[in-house]
């Protein structure tokens, strides 16, 4: 039976019908509409992931503000990670939309129940790995983002277009760096070499399992939260990718990546998706560190949160009294 | 849900001024304490990139919406209304300035 926007569970739903015209007709799906339970439940869970890896994806590059090389690689760096918090800040309360609280979201992190991007738990060696961040592991993200800013429920697409705006710059901002290392000493050469050789098959893994075996695509792009498949979006990324590599005189390490004039597309090599479950399922090179930083941060932050409660109280004592 | 998770804060609508002469229009949201601290976190998150010079903050909870389900019998009665569009009336093409 073929996968429709309305599960069998729905059939007789007086709001079912409604809710398929509007994904018909391209109309969003709004927070007070009626919707399948499972497509409330997908997109919770799709969007506190996607807040959470924004959210995560800060402390990688968190040890490199204080080793950038110039005052202006700092400022760049500091703005990039303030725009992560923010873009985790967008997505959470589009989340909430969706009737889950804030609390609850980040309980489910903290306490190693919710999942985030497996990419933030590799290591960042070098300066070099700054760039290839930027460059590849944001490249990647927008790549899946620009789909995302067409899904069919409102507030994630809005939040979307935002963060799309926003991240190009740290794209741009890696792969200037990349041009600069590239266009160095030949040890600068060999470190972009270096980030390039221990990043690139992790950062082809970031659009999922290969659609014959991605469980919840099917209904996921009969929802259109999922517009395009995790196989498409990878060659796109391939396919832009290869020519900035080759303008950087920088090799792919995929000794099957080439060409194809017949499908008009990059061949490339095996993925290894054992490592993509083995690093998600908390087994990768720092996931204890990333999770062990970030409840470090929940926790070393309470006293603020607190003050912030109290100083509001006072104020609201104040007002009354006067 | 643990211990180390507490009730969130309030959750605040954000409006933002592109300039002078425009209207606010809602930007998004966020969670604060109080109206001060609101605007504040809400030029930090919304105001990165000179998006606005003005912020409106609104208890999300004070905004009353209208229900989807109304949507028939509040806006229907406009759409029967085409005479009130320009479009609708019937110009003879040598008159000019209408």
Known sequence: MPVTAIPPEHADDPGAPGFAAKIDTETKIEPKDWMPDGYRKTLVRQMSQHAHSEYVGMLPERNWLTRAPSLKRKAQLLAKIQDEAGHALYLYSAAETLGTSRAEMLDALHTGRAKYAHIFNYPVLTWADIGTIGWLVDGAAIINQIMLCRCSYGPYARAMERICREESFHQRQGFEIMVTLCQGTAEQRRMAQDALNRWWWPVLMMFGPHDSASANSAQSTAWKIKRQSNDDLRQQFVDMTVPQADYLKLTIPDPDLRWNETRGHYDFGQIDFEELMRVVSGDGPCNRERLGARVKAHDDGAWVREAATAYAAKRRTRAKAA | ?98
Not at chain 2, 18 to 41: C, F, T, V, W, Y
Not at chain 2, 52 to 73: C, F, H, M, N
Request: proline letters at 6%.
């Open chain 2, 1 to 98: 849900m643990s211990e180390a998770a507490s009730a969130d804060w309030p959750l605040w609508e954000v409006f933002v001024r592109a300039r002078q002469g425009l209207s606010h229009k809602h930007a998004g949201s966020l969670h604060a304490p109080d109206a001060e601290m609101a605007i504040q976190n809400a030029r930090d998150v919304y105001t990165r990139r000179r998006e606005g010079e003005s912020l409106w903050v609104v208890r999300s909870t004070d905004i009353i919406a209208s229900d989807p389900d109304d949507k028939g019998s509040l806006f229907e009665p406009a759409e029967s209304k085409i005479y009130r569009h320009p479009t609708f009336y019937t110009v003879p093409d040598e008159v000019e300035c209408l």
